[in-house]
């Protein structure tokens, strides 16, 4: 085995661009550093990181979601996800893919139903993280308007003790507008709920979803929590699968901060970005030493089609093409198994 300096070793362990380079040592390295007394909280109980080594986990999906804006009309069809037993079925699919936890990224605004959650994961035994937060401005139960930062934030600490959250997200913001004030004031105490309760964040962009959501939009998130004093290693900016950015631009930078980047919307439906194009993007992220701040996921929100059950689709089918473009195994290994858990695991303070 070839003998590495201190230095050398360095530079592997923190993601630099060596890694690529030397992707069996680090996979005969122990698995990813945890810090002591760190967890990852399902809404059945706090599990010691390791725990999920054995498989996947996503870290973006939707069990639990009937999505409008506020004060609009129930739709003539109930949400996919209002069906348990079609869940319950779609979940098992995906076990048997290989996925052994999931986090639900809605909260009470995206219309999830925790009790739903807690019956998929006892049904399926699948772990769940369930998630709290604010979705945006157009979803904001009215009294957001009243409260200041510090309210929000303390509430939102509260609600994440008393139902076992294990995670703040998805928090966004509409599209087609820079983010609005009151978006700022909920991005804040979302920041501000973190340094409470030291939970993990990830947000949601409007990217591809619009023609004039700006480009830096997920640097501009980054910007709001760490005015508030969150480190950006504890953050994921979302939804950056669905910027055309061929250069991996914008993700560089959200990395190069110390942020997660959160490749996941990778449901089968490809109306922003063609896998084609994301695979490229993705080879050159990791091509600049990034590996071990990339995350992959779905954003599923339960609609079957005809090509069957998704949930596991970035394992079966997006991976794959990764592995196709020049992705070595271990690589992926690193960002479907380990990366997520080390999102997820957090030591827990008392609120
Ligand atoms: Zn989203
Ligand atoms: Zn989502």
Redesign the pocket.
Known sequence: MTRLSRRETLTIVAGGAAMGALPRLMSAAKGPHFPKGAIIRTIQKDLRPEELASGVTLF???LS?DLRPRNAPPPKQPAPTSDVNLIVEEVKAAQRDGIVCIVD??HPD?GRNLDNLKQIAERTGIHIVASGGYYMERNYPPEIASKNEDQIAEELAQEAKANRYGAFG?IGENPNAPMSETEQKVFRAVGKAHLRTNLPIFT?NAYGTGPNVPREAGLHQLDVFEAVGVKPQRVVI??TCCLDDPEADIIKQIAKRGAWVGF??MNTVEQFVPDEKRVKMLVKFLDAGYVNQLLLSS?F?GARTAEGPLYGRTKTVFAPKLMQAGVKEETIHTILYDNPRRFLAFVPKKV
């Open positions: 973006h999906e939707h979601i990224g809605g995206m998805e949601h979302g939804h996941d919307r954003d929100t």
